[in-house]
């Protein structure tokens, strides 16, 4: 594609996005940034949170793994369910009766001050490597399709993005938020649909009988996986797929902030069933693309990149019509900023609530000037933690970002597992060192799974043994 087409469509989009920063940033009082004066429509909450879940990640990596472990991944989303029906049902109702702003204050109500502190770093490092890590997928394919051709380099490219994202964000919060999140899930999926319907008129496909016949005779579309020792085995993919769920979502500053802004529980609960159903039905719209992704590139003769992350940047920009590279271009513009945006504005929001307490310590005139800073200091976080995945990073990024997650999320996992089903107190005090120590013993009983449990591999459902073993050591910290 031509850089400078990419270049003014790109322009284009941004455009649209600081209109609709000024829009909603207006007469916008102090908490406006952290709660959008709970006054967000359900409706478009719903609507944005898609694209906030997918992401770049779903949007380039999940097409491209389906080369590599077929439908597999839809084990996962069918676990979502479960995971988004126990939210709507029990997390929810106990975020808004106790109208929480932070919802890891609940953690210093329930247990103490240093569980408290315990829960929020957790958030801020899962979500400041989570996010960073789908950013950077995005940076690259824009690297790949416009930076590199005007010679701008990585480090560079990458600081223009994550300072877009502050500058309009800045002032609106979470309120812009919401509503960026719909225009860019609205692109994410047109792009999608674009460019199957163009793969299939390329593949002289007539009817959508004909699409549906096309992808579900190839036998990448093979869902279930029964091999109880393999990671994507069914019932371990689909256990993962709702606790993952439970965690990333329900434990969630980013995205629970979101669900926050409704009006009441009732439009939130409504929010979290309709976003539920359209998720399922999205995620195997993008595993179809995966499979005529690789139709097409098998019919046309076109090599396949080293890389399964780079199977649909390639092909969209270097094969695709001019009009479904456009498209593309704009669908990935959105992906790289629909969780970015959210969590900048979630992340600021917990180190403002969770650790400098700012209501609290800090005179009304100074709360906006310290927020600000804040502000600034994650957008720098980001980029750096960008540059270093730019270094070191060389798997599917769904794969690392799930993997991360069973990791950093296990101990919220089992702190809020702990508090809800249990009327127990802890000894406050040990609790950080319990959060450390139980990622570290899975890793190492995950890392040497196949040698110590007959050839098991572990999957995804190291988050389930990871937050097991903070339930544990809270049960044995307990007091008598």
């Known amino acids: 594609m031509n850089s400078q087409v990419v270049l003014l469509v790109i322009s284009c989009y941004f455009l649209l996005l600081f209109l609709i920063s000024w829009f909603t940033s207006r007469k916008v009082s102090e908490d406006t940034f952290f709660t959008g004066d709970r006054q967000s429509p359900w409706f478009l909450v719903a609507f944005g949170m898609i694209g906030a879940s997918l992401s770049g990640v779903t949007f380039i990596s999940v097409p491209g793994e389906v080369g590599n472990s077929n439908f597999f991944y839809f084990e996962v989303v069918l676990g979502y369910t479960l995971g988004y029906f126990t939210i709507a049902k029990v997390l929810l109702p106990l975020y808004y009766r106790l109208n929480l702003v932070s919802i890891y204050s609940y953690l210093e109500d329930r247990f103490g001050f240093w569980s408290y502190k315990t829960g929020a770093f957790f958030f801020i490092l899962s979500r400041t490597v989570g996010s960073s890590l789908r950013v950077f997928l995005v940076a690259s394919v824009l690297q790949l399709i416009l930076f590199d051709s005007l010679g701008i380099p990585f480090w560079v490219s990458v600081l223009i993005t ?236 769904i794969n690392s970002v799930f993997v991360i997650a069973g990791y950093t999320y296990g101990p919220l996992l089992g702190l809020y597992s702990f508090g809800l089903f249990t009327k127990m107190k802890v000894q406050d005090k040990w609790v950080p060192y319990l959060a450390v120590l139980a990622p570290t013993v899975t890793y190492i009983l995950a890392s040497n799974s196949e040698e110590l449990f007959w050839g098991y591999k572990f999957g995804f459902e190291a988050l389930i043994l990871n937050g097991l073993l903070m339930f544990i050591g809270l049960w044995l910290l307990r007091k008598k």
């Open 162 to 397: 994550v300072a877009l994202i502050w500058l309009y964000t800045f002032r609106g919060g979470i309120k812009t938020v919401v509503w960026t999140d719909t225009l860019q899930t609205f692109f994410m999926l047109a792009a999608v649909v674009v460019s199957i319907v163009l793969i299939g008129r390329e593949l002289e496909l007539s009817s959508l009988g004909e699409y549906f016949k096309v992808v579900s005779d190839d036998p990448r579309s093979t869902i279930f996986n029964w091999d109880w020792k393999d990671g994507t085995n069914f019932f371990k993919q689909f256990i993962s797929g709702a606790f993952i769920t439970i965690v990333m979502t329900g434990l969630d500053q980013d995205m629970m902030q979101k669900n926050l802004t409704c009006r009441n529980i009732g439009d939130a609960q409504k929010n979290m069933f309709w976003f539920t159903t359209s998720l399922v039905i999205v995620n195997l719209l993008f595993l179809g693309l995966g499979v005529m992704l690789y139709l097409f590139a098998e019919t046309k003769g076109i090599p396949l990149p080293e890389r399964t992350d780079e199977l649909f940047p390639l092909l969209a920009t270097q094969y695709f019509t001019p009009f479904a590279g456009i498209v593309f271009v704009l669908g990935i513009t959105a992906a790289a900023y629909s969780s970015a945006d959210s969590t900048l504005t979630a992340l600021t929001t917990s180190f403002c609530v969770d650790f400098l307490e700012l209501e609290k310590k800090y005179p009304k005139e100074k709360r906006v000037w310290i927020r600000q800073r804040v502000h600034i200091a994650f957008t720098f976080v980001m980029y750096f933690v960008i540059l270093a995945f730019y270094w070191v990073n060389d798997q599917s990024v």
